[in-house]
């Protein structure tokens, strides 16, 4: 197997970003009229700042949504709309992952089997239009949003990369290999077992801990009042013993013990799932009072950026948030 070069981090230089429209007969029927205001906000604050190549389900109306674009005076030149079939919107697991020499993308199962996702594994490989290279698709089956780097450390948390209802049979150290071929990446730095409450990824690492440079992480902070206390307490431990290891600077955000707002069951709320794109990073914000601090500390830990809160509660509703909702797209040398 070829090296493919090495995974790119998320501050590389980015030419657009790839987010897929909720349809009405999906997983967000219970909440449609939220979550597609919610995604209209993230379109605006995106396509004010870069090319967004938009995914639009089939049973929605074309010309009907070109004419919502135009009515919200939304920057139409920064908008490719592509009709394509998919399953569910979390772009980040499924779509293009940026290499230094291409794109490339694993096998996507639904999170282990939890959900259909035949049309969602698929996308990547017939983004052909969209992106100015081919994808190469491999069949380990993994998720985008469990993997972050700075270029050189891939940090993992096992609970999502170490399963049988993704890869049976494959143990750490054979999983590593294989990141360490595919990936291009020499060091691996693990978490176990942290997962919250409601999220259904199995402890995807964007909802928990990020790179905010090559020496510096932020991550989902200790909150005694949580009911993921201990949990989070586990994180920073954690978190804080690879960063004496690896002389990383650790950065704290705010972790709201968060219930839906449509049954009242606790949400998987997270302040990690912030975007990088280019100079600017978009940060998801709740309405609540954590919010405030949550810009704050992104602001000191992106010092030449531009932090720019977009407001995601209806993307808690499915145990996501604005990273698992797009994908950047890399610009290649």
């Not at 290499?99 to 035949?118: D, H, L, Q, R």
């Not at 600017?280 to 602001?299: I, M, N, Q, S």
């Given at each position: 197997?070829?090296?493919?070069?090495?995974?790119?981090?998320?501050?590389?230089?980015?030419?657009?970003?790839?987010?897929?429209?909720p349809y009405p007969h999906g997983d967000w029927q219970v909440n449609y009229a939220d979550i597609v205001e919610c995604y209209w906000g993230i379109l605006a604050a995106l396509s004010a700042e870069i090319p967004v190549a938009l995914l639009l389900h089939p049973s929605l109306d074309r010309t009907?949504?070109?004419?919502?674009?135009?009515?919200?005076?939304?920057?139409?030149?920064?908008?490719?709309?592509?009709?394509?079939?998919?399953?569910?919107?979390?772009?980040?697991?499924?779509?293009p992952l940026t290499t230094s020499e291409g794109y490339i993308a694993y096998t996507f199962n639904g999170w282990g089997g939890k959900y259909s996702a035949v049309n969602d594994n698929a996308v990547a490989s017939g983004l052909g239009d969209v992106l100015s290279s081919p994808v190469k698709k491999y069949d380990f089956v993994c998720e985008g949003g469990g993997l972050e780097t700075d270029g050189e450390?891939?940090?993992?948390?096992?609970?999502?990369?170490?399963?049988?209802?993704?890869?049976?049979?494959?143990?750490?150290?054979?999983?590593?290999?294989?990141?360490?071929?595919?990936?291009?990446?020499?060091?691996?730095?693990?978490?176990?077992?942290?997962?919250?409450?409601?999220?259904?990824?199995?402890?995807?690492?964007?909802?928990?801990?990020?790179?905010?440079?090559?020496?510096?992480?932020?991550y989902a902070g200790p909150?005694?009042?949580?009911?993921?206390?201990?949990?989070?307490?586990?994180?920073?431990?954690?978190?804080?013993?690879?960063?004496?290891?690896?002389?990383?600077?650790?950065?704290?955000l705010p972790s709201p013990a968060y219930r839906s707002l449509l049954d009242e069951r606790f949400l998987p709320?997270?302040?990690?799932?912030?975007?990088?794109?280019?100079?600017?990073?978009?940060?998801?914000?709740?309405?609540?009072?954590?919010?405030?601090?949550?810009v704050r500390v992104l602001t000191a830990a992106f010092p030449q950026s531009r932090v720019i809160p977009v407001r995601c509660e209806a993307l808690l509703e499915q145990h996501g948030s604005l990273h698992c909702a797009t994908m950047q797209i890399g610009r290649l040398a």
């Amino acid at each position: 197997m070829n090296i493919t070069g090495h995974l790119l981090p998320e501050w590389a230089p980015v030419e657009s970003v790839l987010l897929v429209w909720p349809y009405p007969h999906g997983d967000w029927q219970v909440n449609y009229a939220d979550i597609v205001e919610c995604y209209w906000g993230i379109l605006a604050a995106l396509s004010a700042e870069i090319p967004v190549a938009l995914l639009l389900h089939p049973s929605l109306d074309r010309t009907e949504f070109d004419n919502e674009i135009r009515r919200r005076a939304l920057k139409v030149a920064n908008i490719q709309v592509r009709v394509t079939l998919y399953d569910d919107t979390w772009i980040r697991d499924y779509g293009p992952l940026t290499t230094s020499e291409g794109y490339i993308a694993y096998t996507f199962n639904g999170w282990g089997g939890k959900y259909s996702a035949v049309n969602d594994n698929a996308v990547a490989s017939g983004l052909g239009d969209v992106l100015s290279s081919p994808v190469k698709k491999y069949d380990f089956v993994c998720e985008g949003g469990g993997l972050e780097t700075d270029g050189e450390t891939l940090l993992v948390n096992a609970n999502c990369i170490v399963d049988d209802n993704r890869n049976p049979g494959w143990d750490r150290a054979k999983i590593e290999d294989y990141f360490r071929t595919t990936l291009g990446l020499k060091k691996i730095a693990w978490l176990d077992d942290i997962c919250l409450t409601g999220d259904d990824t199995d402890g995807h690492i964007d909802t928990i801990a990020r790179f905010a440079s090559s020496d510096r992480i932020v991550y989902a902070g200790p909150n005694p009042e949580h009911v993921d206390a201990e949990i989070l307490a586990q994180l920073h431990q954690q978190i804080s013993a690879l960063a004496q290891a690896n002389s990383w600077e650790i950065m704290a955000l705010p972790s709201p013990a968060y219930r839906s707002l449509l049954d009242e069951r606790f949400l998987p709320c997270t302040y990690a799932n912030f975007l990088i794109v280019n100079d600017c990073v978009f940060a998801p914000v709740y309405g609540l009072k954590e919010d405030a601090e949550a810009v704050r500390v992104l602001t000191a830990a992106f010092p030449q950026s531009r932090v720019i809160p977009v407001r995601c509660e209806a993307l808690l509703e499915q145990h996501g948030s604005l990273h698992c909702a797009t994908m950047q797209i890399g610009r290649l040398a």
